[in-house]
């Protein structure tokens, strides 16, 4: 058993350790600053929100207003769509920086629109953001390496461990509580900003109980692999150095070699179309219309909606309901590749979520991207909300095209708002 | 100099008697060769992929049948980036960036279908270029073998003899340093491979050659600084401790705290918010559609002028066209103003991010080799202007077609009847306004030239570690 006489006597001996207080010093720093940025990039997106609705509403209040007939109104209004930042994203902002969260759309075809995006600085992105997910899933492991490898090797290389021994009867007696010490300190100033952050953005307390634990979790798992790498290196006379090299060589294996390997079979593996397919197919299709027999564009489009096959003549040879159902047609004409282009992003990410059972550090990211939501999942679920909402749209104003009703500004204030997804299920 | 190369024989016969050195190259080359190869197929990969799409949007565009000028403007173009000759080693910003960009009349888009929107995910940290594997692993691998370089010596009491024997403080610091400047080269020859095929299909000799050489200086600094750390160190552990911590700091923390330093001292507003500020200028300048919108009186009276004409019928010109094409022009002024400042805005944050280079030679190899090889920001926008002037250049030339070929009556009776929609359309052949769109990254010199900087960085983080070399060389038995 642990003894309070041991755990007093190795908190002692660790407070003169300075090296000790250099590292957790550096961990406090660190998970600090990724709290910070991650709570400023939390605030700075919902500042960006708020200023786009406003613009957005005042905007399309304006276009609406110049507007005389429904169809000219369906083509100029743009509505925006958005998915806010969940509050405890700051600690996991995922795949934000590369999957869009906002997009302004209009009731044109959608192919065409969907894949813009309003990505942040390129170069930034691919330096990477400092969140406290990456200082939990790469960067932990690493310090946790340095501050256990040599809790007994150092001893022994200083000379010190058979003097040890004889004091301290067994070696846990002073590995084990020494270990503790250092394990608890750390675990102390890795979470501690984390909660500050919490408190400071109000996030609710599933989910930062949830990811705190994932960051515990993987803490416990790379200081018993140091301590049992320590321990087991310790008996066969290992040096510490070396020890080290084998630890920091299985966190290559599994936060580099790992994923990069299997990132590269997965993209062998599943094919997918090219997206610059998926907006030519559209385009095709959009602009053939204007030369196909209007027949052929209603043939098409009455597939999707027949119960506007009575109200199909036109008085001239441009028609606003004709137009936009040319534009269905487009989105139809290329719904299949579209959907294989979705699938294989699935699918991807599906493999990619079996592979990170083998990898902890992967592991531990994807979770607390999931508890975020801001991994790939929350980001076809955006876009499927933002289909969901053009569908919306279309179905708003296909009776009011189709069905000739006189125009008055006031049946423009029931077209449909935007709802973003609601999260706390 | 014959001590010195003795030095460095003696570490290398050390490092060939543990296997350590071995395990190490054999394990860094296998990896790096691995990348060079995988790394090479995906881009070239991507490079045929890339020129087909554009080939074949090339084609399409051509083939349109006889239509309305104006229609064409709508139908657009695509323009795909093909990645530079040196992207096989560095593909930088390739993944992150959009590749293909819709041009069309009235709006500039933006570049769509990001490679790592495709990805699993997996690689946000990671990536298999050879340029990440040199850059943060490589490092790792100098650490591993040389941390023991001096802290062997002391511990086994051999560098007092060394010393008293003649042999200098210099001299064996600096024949150790020789021993993992040569190791670390090793680690080099497949990115010399890929450098001198990059040659062959295109890239010029002397970038090459000077891309190859800041990875040499890469290597320089990071063994100048395993051997200083271990001089500094009286035990083998803190030596390698230290230099892990060095490693850990310069390769992982400070790109990461540079790129969020950058976001958070310089917000940028995003493509979607300046676009309503664009839209607020536009609406100033009418709509290009409506011939009759009061925006145009001005142009209206001034042809009515020149042309010595009653009415916009009389004109020998359409009048129609003549307002998209004025209309076009002011608002590209608008739409460029906006996009210059947007591009200024990301490029100002990336300067902040590289200033850190300073600090981590790992970020300056990475600005370094990113603007050598063509990969970087820059790169990107200079895309995005190219794709911007041949999306002026060819809705303008289609305005004039517009203009010129098209009767101004034919045109305002284009919706009347099918015969009448027939008469409003020119000849296909008026589409060959279209040029080729080839892109190519900025030309050697200007990449030089855009990575003179980063190379100070190198050689300031070389002449550093030298620095810290020679201060402690006085006090090495100390």
Known sequence: ?425 | MGVIWLIAKDEWRYWARTKLALVVIIIGLVLTVASVVVNSIQMSHAKHERDHLQQSADKQFLEQPDRHPHRMVHYGHYVFRTPSPLSIVDPGVDAYTGTAIFLEGHQQNSAMFADQRQSSGLTRFSSLSPAFLLQILMPLLIIMVGYGAITREKEQGTIAILITQGVGEYKLLIGKFLALLTLGSMLLLPLLFASIYAIFVGESALLSGIFVLSYLLYVAIWSALVVWVSSITAKGQSSFAISIGLWIAFSILIPRVASSTAATMMPSAGKLESDFAVLDELRKLGDGHIAIDPAFAQLQANLLTQYNAESIDELPINFRGAVAEYSENQLTEVLNQFAETRMHEELSQAKIARLFGWLSPTLSIRSASMALAGTHLETHHRFLREAEALRFEFVQSLNRVHREKLSYEADINRYKDKSTAQNARVDSSNWQVLSAFEFKSQKPQQRLVQSFLYFLQLLFCLGFAFCLIGLTARRLLK
Request: aromatic share 12%.
């Open chain 1, 1 to 425: 058993m642990m003894m309070l006489r041991d755990l007093k006597r190795e908190s002692k001996f660790l407070a003169k350790q300075k090296p000790l207080w250099a590292l957790l010093a550096i961990l406090l720093m660190l998970s600090s600053f990724a709290v910070y940025t991650g709570v400023n990039e939390i605030r700075q997106q919902s500042q960006t929100l708020e200023r786009l609705l406003q613009k957005d509403r005042l905007d399309r209040e304006d276009v609406l207003s110049q507007q005389t007939d429904f169809g000219s109104a369906a083509y100029y209004s743009f509505h925006l769509t958005y998915a806010p930042p969940q509050k405890i994203a700051f600690a996991a902002m995922g795949q934000r920086d590369v999957f869009p969260w906002k997009h302004r759309v209009r009731m044109l075809a959608l192919e065409g629109q969907i894949y813009e995006t309003d990505a942040d600085n390129p170069e930034l992105t691919f330096l990477g953001k400092f969140d406290f997910a990456f200082l939990v899933s790469v960067l932990l492991p690493l310090l946790i390496i340095l501050l256990l490898h040599n809790i007994a090797s150092s001893e022994r290389e200083m000379g010190r461990f058979d003097l040890l021994l004889v004091t301290a009867k067994k070696q846990r007696n002073f590995v084990i509580p020494r270990a503790f010490i250092i394990i608890c300190c750390a675990a102390l100033v890795l979470i501690l900003p984390f909660i500050t952050g919490a408190l400071v953005l109000g996030t609710d307390l599933t989910s930062s109980l949830t990811i705190g634990l994932i960051a515990l979790g993987h803490l416990v798992f790379w200081a018993f692999l140091t301590l049992f790498a320590g321990h087991y290196g310790n008996k066969r006379f290992f040096s510490s150095a070396r020890i080290a090299s084998g630890l920091i060589g299985i966190w290559l294996l599994l936060t580099v070699i790992l994923p990069v390997a299997s990132d590269t079979i997965i993209k062998q593996s599943v094919t997918s179309p090219n997206g610059g397919e998926i907006v030519l197919t559209q385009r095709e299709a959009v602009n053939d219309a204007w030369d196909l027999p209007v027949e052929s564009t209603w043939r098409d489009f009455l597939v999707s909606y027949p119960q506007w096959s009575g109200s199909t003549n036109m008085q001239s040879l441009f028609e606003w309901k004709w137009y936009f159902a040319f534009q269905q047609v487009g989105d139809q004409k290329a719904a299949a590749l579209s959907k294989r282009y979705r699938n294989s992003i699935v699918r991807k990410d599906h493999y990619a979520s079996l592979v990170s059972w083998l990898s902890p550090p992967m592991l531990s990211q994807r979770l607390m991207e999931k508890i975020a939501h801001t991994n790939v999942s929350a980001a076809l679920a955006y876009e499927d909300n933002v289909r969901k909402y053009h569908t919306q749209l279309r179905e708003f104003y296909y009776p009011l095209l189709f069905n000739d009703t006189t125009f008055t500004e006031k049946t423009l204030t029931q077209v449909p708002e935007f709802s973003p997804l609601d999260i706390q299920d």
